[in-house]
């Protein structure tokens, strides 16, 4: 008998318990509207952070202390502190793509104005610090040059924090604590407008690196870092490579050792952080894949039933001439066809979800085409594997045993 | 008697059934041939192994020992697909309960068989449309099979049964769940077949009203043929 045969019989059985069949695909529509609605929201997730990244400018690189592969003389990254005033100086008279820097001391610190408290992150900046950042001054002013090298105790404040000490008023020229030590605010910076998600860049304070130095961190001769704006975002690449010469002159590290800094550029940190996504996409859609998998089992529940209650036609078929290899096909056959058309209306069912998340919820929601081909390939092998148990035992069957089955 | 129109050559079979502890002896050695063009009817009480033997006869079961020739190609020692096989092309089955599938069409009834050997799709609705109409049933191919009388059900069996030209049909009690008058006419059907497509005919029946259409009678007792009516062997 032809497959093409196998197939037609196996749609005319199908067709004769439309209920039977739908309730069965059920659990594959399920678990494959689950696997891709939940993908996507991960591919989303993914999306949006590195759109985030991008938007805040395709020119910027950070230079960081070198990562803890050093030779395992210090700990951890974090700890290890070896950029000095002297290397952000450095990098900007000689290199001639890079067009701004600004050393930074960042940390984290209680702030107190009058009876309210808030918790934020303090950078310790350098006066060109908006123009690499491209942050706009809503009232007030930035620091300037002068004002960073005699380490005034000014600070500006970003929109949330405003709202939070000030509720949102003009707050220029009053003194807020930060970590005790009074600072006038002598500026207020205009909102990102990105409520909540992932990192909130307008829940900061920012005040000159010098102040953070001497009087949040309490160490003059280090910076935790160098922001850097290259001349255009096509000499990016040329900047890097610039500031990394320089560095390496400036730490005096022998030809062929490895750099004790690294220098990384925005789209970089996109990535890094879109990874961590990934692991997010991995948890939601392996949790989604269980209940494919619980779909499969239901398959392999229903056709084992429908071989009981089927011995009879079996034994007809078997008498008039099918072979094990037919009624073998035919149950196969059917169990693909049945997880088949679960995984098509399982697409539509992610697809259509992943739209109504994103629609009802601030998530951003992206399917990918290779989630639904992922999970209908996934839908398909549960068909084959669940249904090749039943379709066995149905085709071991006695023929007359399977006649004279009540 | 062996002439060369002989189409079952049955040689000492047997068969034993282990059911736990102990062995049944379904047959113990039933020699006999079937000629082409016969209708053959097996009687005896209940337990004799009359069903053991059509099943074997009808390639479905296989006998313990001995030789069964069916166009003198010894199907006994024949594997499950090859035996299938035989049954697709050359055998026609009827049972007592009819034993159509469920919610189908007369028509997708009849074609079944069709449905597993090499014959064209095209051909198929041809062919098993001829057979409904050798069995009275023009007019009837998409009635459900819920939707007919029990002697319907029967010819639509014996149309699946001769759809594909099967050089034997093989009928266990066809008229043991059907009223004498139906039963009959089902008779009726069998030699009607016998004489025009000269198929050859083996029905086992209770019934000596039923036995009276075939010429030929073995009557079986404790898995042996007991006697022999109309054949002078
Ligand atoms: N699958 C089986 N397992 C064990 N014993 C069996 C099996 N099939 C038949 N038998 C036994 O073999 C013997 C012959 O059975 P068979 O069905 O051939 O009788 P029968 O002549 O057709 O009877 P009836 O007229 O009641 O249909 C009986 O004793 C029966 O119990
Ligand atoms: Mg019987």
């Given at each position: 008998m032809t497959l093409v045969r196998t197939i037609k019989i196996s749609f005319k059985a199908l067709s004769r318990n439309k209920m039977r069949s739908f309730l069965t695909a059920l659990g594959i529509i399920i678990g494959v509207g689950a696997v891709i609605a939940m993908i996507s929201i991960g591919e989303g997730a993914k999306v949006d952070i590195q759109s985030r990244f991008a938007s805040m400018g395709t020119n910027l690189l950070f230079v960081r202390p070198g990562s803890q592969?050093?030779?395992?003389?210090?700990?951890g990254g974090g700890t290890y502190q070896n950029l000095k005033e002297a290397d952000a100086e450095a990098i900007l008279e000689r290199?001639?793509?890079?067009k701004y820097i600004s050393p930074s001391v960042n940390t984290r610190a209680q702030v107190i104005y009058q009876n309210k408290n808030w918790n934020t992150s303090i950078y310790g900046t350098g006066d060109k610090y908006p123009l690499i950042r491209n942050w706009t001054i809503d009232e007030g002013e930035y620091f300037t040059e002068s004002q960073v090298k005699t380490a005034q105790k000014v600070c500006v404040l970003g929109a949330e924090v405003n709202k939070n000490l000030f509720e949102g008023g003009y707050s220029v020229g009053q003194i807020i604590r930060i970590k005790k030590i009074p600072f006038r605010v002598i500026g207020i910076l205009k909102t990102k407008g990105e409520a909540g998600g992932w990192f909130n860049q307008d829940d900061v304070i920012a005040v000159p690196y010098t102040t953070a130095q001497r009087r949040?961190?309490?160490?003059?001769?280090?910076?935790s870092s160098i922001d850097v704006s290259a001349v255009t975002a096509e000499r990016t690449q040329e900047a890097m490579d610039q500031i990394k010469e320089v560095l390496r002159i400036q730490h005096k590290i022998a030809p062929g050792a490895e750099d004790d800094f690294n220098v990384r550029n925005m789209s970089d940190i996109a990535e890094s952080a879109a990874e961590s996504t990934k692991i997010l996409t991995i948890l939601l859609g392996g949790i989604a894949s269980i209940s494919l998998l619980v779909g499969g089992i239901g398959i392999m529940n229903i056709m084992l039933v429908s071989v009981t209650e089927r011995i009879r036609e079996i034994g007809i078929r078997m008498s008039i001439g099918a072979k094990e290899r037919d009624i073998l096909l035919q149950f196969l056959i059917e169990a693909i066809v049945l997880s088949l058309m679960g995984g098509f209306l399982g697409i539509g069912l992610g697809v259509g979800g992943s739209a109504l998340i994103s629609h009802f919820s601030p998530m951003t929601t992206l399917v990918s085409i290779g989630s639904i081909v992922l999970a209908f390939l996934f839908a398909a092998s549960v068909g084959v594997f669940f249904g090749f148990y039943p379709a066995r035992k149905a085709s071991k069957l006695d023929p007359i045993d399977a006649l004279r089955y009540e | 008697m062996d002439n060369n129109n002989t189409l079952i050559q049955l040689e000492d079979l047997t068969k034993i059934y282990q059911v736990g502890e102990t062995e049944v002896k379904a047959l113990n050695g039933v020699s006999y041939n079937i000629h082409q063009g016969d209708i053959l009817a097996i009687m005896g009480p209940s337990g004799s192994g009359k069903s053991t033997l059509m099943n074997i006869i009808g390639c479905l079961d296989k006998p313990t020992s001995g030789r069964y020739l069916l166009d003198g190609k010894e199907v006994s020692t024949y594997n499950k697909n090859q035996l299938a096989e035989i049954r697709n092309k050359k055998i026609g089955f009827v049972f007592q309960n009819f034993n159509l599938l469920a919610r189908t069409t007369t028509l997708e009834n009849t074609e079944l068989p069709l449905l597993y050997s090499d014959i064209s799709s095209k051909k198929t609705k041809e062919y098993a449309m001829k057979a409904l109409e050798l069995v009275g049933l023009q007019g009837r191919e998409m009635h459900k099979t819920n939707q007919i009388s029990g002697g319907e059900k029967q010819r639509v069996a014996i149309a699946r049964a001769l759809v594909n030209n099967p050089s034997l049909i093989l009928a266990d009690e066809p008229t043991g769940n059907l009223d004498t008058k139906t039963g009959d006419e089902i008779m009726d059907v069998f030699v009607d077949l016998n004489k025009k497509q000269g198929i050859t005919v083996i029905l086992v029946t209770h019934d000596q009203e039923v036995a009276r259409i075939a010429q030929k009678k073995i009557f079986l007792r404790d898995g042996l043929i007991e006697r022999l009516n109309g054949d002078r062997q």
């Open positions: 592969s050093f030779r395992g003389r210090h700990g290199c001639d793509a890079v949040l961190v309490g160490r003059t001769d280090r910076i | -």
